[in-house]
Structures are given as structure tokens and as C-alpha cells.
């Protein structure tokens, strides 16, 4: 089963995962499928570092703009 988060009107998807019980492997498990995520933008694949980039811009040009204004 899958289970389907909306994120600044991204659909993310996010697999259930079995983890391994050390806390540790499990913190370096996840970053391994977070880096595999694929979410669609634009009718593209990007990868979730991607997708990381591309908010971060569009935040920094929200702020530039904000400073423009006042």
C-alpha cells in the first residue's frame, strides 16, 4: 500500500518500508530512498534532491521579492 502526501501541490508518494532495527541503518536506509524518490514536476521525473533545489529557489526569489516590495 502506498501512501500519497500533497506538499505545495507536489504529490509525493512514499512506499511503506520495512527497516532494519538498528537506528543508524535505518537513518542511512531512508536517505538511500529518499535519493530514489521520484516525484513529477511539470510533467517531469525529477529526484527528491531536485525537487529540494527547486524550492529552495523558489523560496530564496519569494524573499528577494519581498525585499524589493518593501
Do not use: C, G, H, W
Request: aromatic content about 16%.
Amino acid at each position: 500500500m502506498q501512501d500519497v502526501f500533497k506538499f505545495a501541490n507536489f504529490p509525493i508518494t512514499f512506499l511503506k518500508l520495512e527497516l532494519p532495527l538498528n537506528f543508524d541503518d535505518n537513518i542511512k536506509y531512508l536517505q538511500k530512498q529518499i535519493n530514489k524518490t521520484q516525484i513529477r514536476y511539470k510533467n517531469k521525473e525529477i529526484s527528491f534532491n531536485q525537487f529540494v533545489k527547486i524550492t529552495k529557489q523558489i523560496k530564496n526569489n519569494i524573499a528577494f521579492f519581498k525585499k524589493r516590495i518593501n
